[in-house]
């Protein structure tokens, strides 16, 4: 499954049923980076593997590890479980990308979403 949303707007795909890999996660933020309104903060993208957590959580971090500039701040688990990760990237000059891989059925498959939040000139105090 492969969703795109914007600032404020529910994800789109819930109905695709296809599997994606983690550079298509990438491409897809990239995308909508590019693609989105002056102004938008954020921008997600979900979709679903055909993989346990642990392989997508190292598959996403070694399509980071690709990106050039792209810097590493904090990954690790986010349940007692095992069954969450979650990882805060660098990716981009002025945005912030937020990764989380949850397992589903028993680890067999996994739904990773990444939201990448941009650097707003809003705050004026």
Known sequence: MLGRSGAGEEEAGAGDSHASTAASLLAELDW?????????GQVAVELRMD???????R???QV??????????SSGYLDLKGNAWGAIVQA????????TVAALEEDSASTVRAVRMFATDDAED
């Open 51 to 57: 993989e346990g957590l642990v392989p997508a959580a």
């Open 64 to 73: 980071y590890q690709g990106v050039e500039g792209a810097r590493l701040y």
């Open 59 to 61: 598959s996403v971090l």
């Open 32 to 40: 909508l980076s590019a693609d989105r309104e002056a102004g938008e």
């Open 92 to 99: 981009r000059s002025g945005c912030i990308d937020v990764v």
